[in-house]
């Protein structure tokens, strides 16, 4: 079920005035539970039994790590969690990849494997994350078991996150549950203005982007080099917009019905070297692999060599999680050379010059570019497509820019200027709040100009996939 249909405008208003009607903690989790299987069921209910299983397997491990005080006990009740989750993730998500590049390996010899149909449950990366975590946290004491399965079904199933983040810890969530539920105008206000700006990030502008960035990547090689450059450049901006407007909205729909999700995204575009980045990107995976990868890896306590393999290791398997594809490893293994790299020059910084603040804006522009050309492996559908499209952007032809990249010759600098200039008025703007007098009519204009530009489809979310 998508934010932006009617069928979720339905599932929410009967959620929320549900949860207005009644009063009862209890019954108002069984709401909230009731509409995530109904939300994650719409996909396809087949997969709503393993989520079950996923849920209440490790609901029982945790209530079992937190009473054993056994030691041997808890590492093979913990083993067992880990080497389930991440052998059902991979089952789901990896054995095709697998078995394909086994057949390449062994196809001189005669040998053929053939790949098995299996549909990727949506959403399994984050539940999977999100229960490995709460799994590891009672291991190590960070964080005490749910009160009750219902509390740890709420926590895992929670339908604002559930397909697509941000990834939560339960130390975050379980409280704001134990408080219960709190519903009025104020959060109702608050909520739809976040949903709105999600629905303006997605609807206005990275679906708009999308119809010249899939035709371009689909075949880019009857393109000139001018129109992949813009196209390239402008699926930086459309998966920024596309997965901040998620998660926008995310936080919107949890927010209207009385609850805090983390934030996920903080102006990544402006940052100035690419350990900002990743502390203002997807901020609940990159902190998810530094607390339960990075760190137990070593982190960077073990020597230079050490911290450079385990940045590596790190950020390689950060992207195979996004996708079983080796273009999402290749696009992780390319942000961990960026990472190491980024380290090693660490004390080789130049002294403070009288052109600090235009340095500013040429690291922030650096860094843009850099991370642009890694986007080339992430959104190709194939490696042969991102070679193709950095032989474009490398080696350039003549050729003028195709119709479809016009408007985005002024819209995409456009908005990276605007993030810059986002960053200086970062904590001067105040939140839209019920006690505003121009909150109700701003709320109004915003969904009315939505609802004049909006599209006859709206496309899936970037992020769904995996």
Request: glycine letters at 6%; aromatic letters at 18%.
């Amino acid at each position: 079920m998508n934010f932006v249909s009617v069928e979720f405008a339905y599932l929410f208003a009967g959620v929320f005035s549900l949860l207005f009607l009644v009063r009862s903690p209890f019954l108002r989790k069984i709401i909230i539970l009731s509409a995530s299987c109904i939300f994650y069921a719409y996909w396809d209910w087949r997969f709503l039994g393993l989520l079950v299983v996923v849920t209440v397997m490790d609901y029982y491990i945790s209530r079992f790590l937190a009473q054993s005080e056994n030691i041997n006990h808890r590492k093979v009740f913990l083993t067992f969690s880990i080497v389930t989750n991440l052998g059902i993730l991979s089952v789901f998500k990896y054995l095709n990849f697998f078995i394909e590049n086994l057949d390449h390996l062994f196809s001189p010899l005669g040998w053929t494997l053939k790949s098995v149909h299996i549909i990727l449950p949506i959403g399994i990366s984050f539940y999977i994350f999100e229960t490995l975590s709460y799994v590891i946290d009672v291991y190590r004491g960070d964080t005490h078991p749910a009160n009750s399965l219902l509390d740890y079904a709420v926590f895992i199933t929670f339908f604002p996150r559930l397909v697509a983040g941000p990834i939560m810890r339960a130390r975050q969530f379980l409280p704001q549950l134990e408080r219960g539920v709190k519903i009025n105008l104020a959060n109702l206000i608050a909520g739809a203005q976040l949903f709105a700006q999600g629905l303006i990030k997605k609807v206005l502008i990275a679906d708009r982007l999308s119809v010249g960035v899939d035709t371009i990547f689909a075949d880019p090689g009857i393109f000139s080099p001018a129109s992949v450059w813009v196209a390239v450049l402008a699926y930086s901006i459309q998966i920024y917009f596309d997965f901040s407007g998620y998660t926008d909205m995310a936080l919107g729909v949890a927010k209207a019905i009385g609850f805090e999700l983390p934030m996920n995204f903080n102006l990544p575009y402006t940052a100035q070297s690419l350990s900002e980045f990743w502390r203002r990107w997807h901020i609940s995976l990159s902190t998810w692999l530094r607390d339960y990868l990075y760190i137990p890896l070593g982190g960077n306590r073990k020597g230079k060599l050490r911290t450079y393999t385990n940045l590596m290791i790190t950020m390689l398997l950060g992207g195979l999680w996004h996708g079983a594809s080796w273009n999402f490893v290749i696009w992780g293994g390319l942000h961990g050379l960026y990472l190491a790299l980024e380290r090693l020059l660490r004390g080789r910084r130049p002294p403070s010059t009288p052109w600090q603040r235009p340095l500013a804006w040429v690291k922030a522009l650096s860094v843009f570019v850099l991370v642009t050309v890694t986007w080339v492996f992430f959104r190709s559908p194939s490696f042969m497509t991102s070679r193709i499209i950095l032989k474009k952007l490398l080696f350039l032809s003549p050729g003028g820019i195709h119709w479809l990249y016009a408007p985005a010759l002024v819209f995409v600098p456009l908005i990276v200027i605007g993030g810059l200039i986002m960053r200086r008025l970062e904590y001067r703007i105040p939140p839209l709040t019920i006690e505003k007098p121009y909150a109700i009519p701003l709320l109004i204009t915003e969904y009315l100009w939505v609802y004049l530009f909006f599209p006859t489809q709206v496309n899936p979310f970037i992020y769904f996939q995996f």
